[in-house]
């Protein structure tokens, strides 16, 4: 996908980072189509986070996620993608994404994809 929706994400100072704890965030209106058959496909994105420095405005996320709402991608290509998006904007200590997407031919998949700082 050519398009740079990754400077549409707005973080935030995060006001304890001395500390680790979870951020959950879920989005149950999620939208994309399939880049085979121009359908839609519907599912809930699930984000958990341990943030460093930075939290996500989830204003911004909410703009970023809808922009998919037209893009012809598969389900494991969007959930790496948005993972690597809030990875690169944040730099988080850890973070989970989960793709559970709806039955569409009577088939669901769920994908998770994690990342875990080294440092």
């Given amino acids: 996908m050519p398009k740079d929706f990754r400077s549409m994400l707005e973080p935030f100072d995060n006001s304890f980072p001395q500390r680790d704890y979870v951020i959950e965030i879920v989005c149950p209106e999620f939208t ?7 359908q839609p496909d519907f599912g809930t994105i699930t984000i958990n986070y341990v943030p460093d420095k930075l939290c996500v405005e ?3 996320l909410k703009m970023y996620l809808q922009r998919f709402r037209n893009e012809g991608i598969f389900y494991e290509n ?3 993608r948005i993972l690597d998006d809030l990875v690169a904007t944040l730099q988080p200590r850890r ?6 997407f709806n ?5 669901t998949a769920t994908i998770t994809a994690t990342y ?4």
């Fill in 58 to 60: 989830l204003k911004s």
């Fill in 78 to 80: 969007v959930t790496n």
């Fill in 32 to 38: 994309s189509v399939c880049p085979k058959t121009g």
């Fill in 95 to 100: 973070m989970t994404l989960t793709a559970d």
């Fill in 116 to 119: 875990e700082s080294t440092s």
């Fill in 103 to 107: 039955a569409r031919g009577g088939i």
